[in-house]
């Protein structure tokens, strides 16, 4: 790299550390037939340092992250096992130890190349990639899913991938993703189109062993907008969100979404039993004054009538702090097991929102 | 000086406030600011740089950089009267509700109409002055301005002081529709930027909230810069982002 290279790269560098405390109980499997709710007891504490330096339509951009988590030994084991069953994408470039009452991870959270000009876009590592219109429930979003229906928010998910944007004059461009990983591989392009009045994308791609085609829009509609996104996949059926946002007088935000997964199983057993065919979501929010917000989310299956409302407050003060404190309301039938007249354990799946007991939180955090 | 006294006597509330807009913003403009959000225990601190194209109603603003990091890199675009953001971190580009146009922007005392300027204080206010007094460097015009009944804006009534000669505004006082004043603007600290003589800092006081408001400090600006239409293209927003 040249000095005159060198003198023109702008660096930047910063980062956040959190911590959450969190109390509830977890249902658990003592036996074949025993499954009882125990504490659930976890402290964790996440730290990301960012790193990016940018010259002449060039960017570099990296995260290392730590987590540490604390817990009693159903905590801990809860944590292990949704890690290990984590998608470590392409390189494995991750530490992952602990026993008993701790666990640490180490990894890259984020590490791509990226070139920018008026008619190309090319990125290559692992980064963000998302495809979504929706928020809660996103089908298209095949390269970076977020599991909304989680009780626990999840962090926004990585993707070790090859992008390419092209960029031709007119309200349409093109994308290209190809994303490797240790298990399958992900594929897709699509066609995105910008006009005043409607945000149009055209999907098409191949996900894990499945291709799939899809269409997603966004349109202002009575002061709000409408987001909506279709997906059919070649063998598996086809899922529908539409959803709808506005902000109200008083600076309340309201977002609400219904999605249709016609991929669930009527009978709730097998391979998509967790999956069932119609939810409903709702967030209404407000940020008073810039240092309170206030928001509660209410998800619902409405296949099975089980629902999750979660109440969350957050609080900035000084300088890039910030605090929260929120809860974790579950209605739902449980799962039970039960012996048939041979003794052999019968399972009876529970609701979509059962197995989960009510809990709090408490975090602290701070950007820079 | 004969010549300037004839001339301010003959000024109409309407060329005022077109000349206050002139001075403010031209046909476009590019820079920089900074704003700094303060609250009775808090302050947040960002970088912005902005593009906007007022013939073509269509503007672009970036957070080049913010105190907490979580809001580098974000774009917003406005055009046609249509308005998106770009959230880097989520990789997400949203076509945002028109309703959140008269909302706080970024939690400050502005609204996005403040920044991307959907309405405008000549086309969509009626106009008068109400009073005028001598300063030492002119006059000082104090006028009313009140919206006409379709346009889109939360203001019942603006009352706005505007130094002549130079059309520089000294401040404003904004109403809501029962009369109460909901929000202070001064303007000081009058210096040359872009070549013209105009305030450098802007200082937004809620009515009613202690302790709290928001300062915008322009770090630099220029008039009449040619704009390609590229920047205000919604495909090039992740561009915009990374530049």
Redesign the interface.
């Given at each position: 790299m040249t000095p005159a290279v060198l003198l023109a790269l702008r660096f930047s560098a910063g980062g956040d550390v959190y911590c959450q405390f969190t109390e509830t109980r977890v249902l658990w499997p003592f036996s074949q037939t025993d499954l009882r709710y125990v504490p659930f007891r976890l402290g964790q504490g996440r730290g990301i340092f960012r790193f990016g330096a940018t010259s002449a339509g060039l960017r570099f951009y990296a995260e290392l992250a730590h987590e540490l988590y604390i817990g009693n030994i159903y905590a801990c084991s809860t944590v292990l096992e949704g890690l290990a069953a984590s998608d470590p994408g392409f390189l494995d470039l991750e530490a992952l130890s602990g026993s008993g009452r701790a666990v640490q991870r180490d990894y890259l959270r984020r590490a791509s190349l990226e070139y920018q000009s008026r008619y190309l876009g090319l990125a290559v590592g692992r980064r963000v990639l998302n495809w979504s219109t929706t928020f809660f429930w996103t089908p298209l979003n095949i390269f970076t899913p977020q599991n909304n229906l989680s009780p626990v928010p999840e962090d926004v998910p990585f993707s070790d991938c090859a992008f390419a944007a092209l960029r031709p004059p007119g309200p349409v461009s093109l994308e290209f993703a190809y994303s490797p990983s240790s298990d399958s591989w992900r594929a897709g392009a699509r066609a995105l189109c910008y006009l005043p009045w409607i945000d149009l994308v055209l999907e098409a791609g191949y996900n894990r062993g499945d291709s799939l085609a899809g269409a997603g829009l966004s349109v202002n509609l009575l002061d709000g907008t409408l987001r909506a996104e279709a997906c059919f996949y070649r063998r598996a059926e086809p899922r529908y969100v539409i959803g709808y946002d506005r902000m109200f007088p008083g600076s309340i935000y309201i977002l609400a979404e219904y999605y249709h997964n016609s991929r669930a199983d009527p009978a709730g057993y097998g391979l998509y039993s967790f999956y069932k065919k119609d939810y409903a979501g709702v967030l209404v929010s407000r940020t008073y004054d810039l240092v309170w917000n206030f928001a509660l989310y209410g998800l619902a299956c409405a296949s099975d009538g089980s629902f999750m409302a979660m109440p969350l407050i957050k609080r900035a003060f000084g300088r890039g702090f910030e605090a929260r404190v929120g809860a974790y309301y579950f209605y739902g039938r449980d799962t039970e097991i039960s012996s048939d007249s041979s003794g052999s354990p019968v399972i009876t799946k529970g609701d979509y929102f059962g197995d989960l007991w009510p809990g709090v939180f408490v975090g602290v955090g701070y950007g820079f | 000086m004969a010549i300037i006294s004839v001339f301010l006597l003959s000024l109409t509330a309407e060329e005022i406030i077109r000349g206050v807009e002139d001075l403010t913003r031209g046909t476009t403009t590019v820079g920089t600011y900074r704003m700094e959000?303060i609250?009775p225990?808090?302050?947040?601190t960002y970088e912005i740089r902005f593009w906007d194209d007022r013939d073509k109603s269509r503007s672009l603003m970036v957070v080049t950089k913010s105190?907490?990091?979580?809001d580098?890199g974000t774009v917003f675009l406005k055009?046609?009267?249509?308005f998106?953001m770009y959230l880097p971190?989520?990789?997400?580009k949203?076509?945002?509700?028109?309703?959140?146009m008269?909302?706080?922007w970024m939690?400050?005392d502005l609204t996005n109409d403040d920044l991307v300027h959907e309405s405008s204080l000549s086309e969509d206010y009626d106009s008068r002055i109400i009073s005028e007094k001598e300063v030492p460097h002119g006059t000082r015009y104090t006028l009313e301005l009140v919206p006409h009944e379709d346009a889109p804006v939360v203001w019942g009534k603006i009352i706005l002081a505007v130094d002549m000669p130079g059309y520089i505004p000294v401040w404003a006082e904004y109403y809501d529709e029962e009369g109460k004043k909901v929000r202070t603007i001064n303007y000081s600290e009058v210096k040359t930027l872009g070549g013209r003589r105009m305030p450098a800092v802007v200082e937004v006081i809620p009515g009613d909230?202690k302790g709290?408001k928001t300062t915008l400090t322009l770090i630099d600006i220029r008039f009449g810069v040619s704009i390609p239409d590229?920047r205000f293209?919604?495909?090039?927003m992740?561009?915009w982002s990374?530049?």
């Open positions: - | 959000v609250r225990d808090y302050q947040n105190s907490t990091g979580k580098d055009n046609r009267g249509k998106w971190k989520a990789g997400k949203l076509r945002m509700p028109p309703s959140m008269m909302d706080p939690g400050s909230k709290q590229e293209d919604v495909n090039q992740e561009r990374e530049e």
